[in-house]
């Protein structure tokens, strides 16, 4: 799975959200803790998935430069063709600063074309400093 994820953080270093996109099952969903609530964003087809991965790409893009690194916290097979994936994201400027950090779990799903996203749930901001 590392690779998978390594294709996924190059396509974001990039700021090709195309290519983030290309690694998303339609449909899929995200969804980030809100207190006591989840909010879910689901896309039944590609379009608004792929216009979501753009525009977080272009809000990427428009920081000062930063590099994401992830680190596997775990991975569970889950059948045949599902897995889900544990990670930690960090993001640091070219001095080394830590700009932006948190955890993430994946579902994935295996397709003709290799894995795919199915959810993607951010469960835990560790710390995030805005650029000024």
Avoid at 18 to 30: E, K, R
Avoid at 102 to 111: D, E
Wanted: negative net charge.
């Amino acid at each position: 799975m590392c690779g998978f994820f390594a294709d996924y953080r190059d396509a974001f270093n990039r700021r090709d959200g195309d290519a983030v996109a290309d690694l998303w099952h339609s449909p899929s969903a995200i969804s980030h803790p809100r207190g006591q609530s989840v909010d879910v964003t689901s896309w039944p087809i590609d379009a608004p998935m792929r216009a979501n991965h753009r525009s977080l790409c272009a809000i990427y893009a428009a920081r000062p430069v930063h590099v994401w690194q992830f680190e596997m916290l775990g991975h569970i097979a889950m059948g045949a063709d599902q897995s889900f994936s544990n990670l930690r994201w960090t993001a640091t400027s070219p001095t080394g600063e830590t700009m932006q950090q948190f955890c993430t779990g994946y579902l994935l799903i295996r397709t003709e074309l290799g894995p795919k996203v199915a959810h993607c749930a951010q469960y835990e901001e560790i710390s995030e400093k805005v650029p000024t």
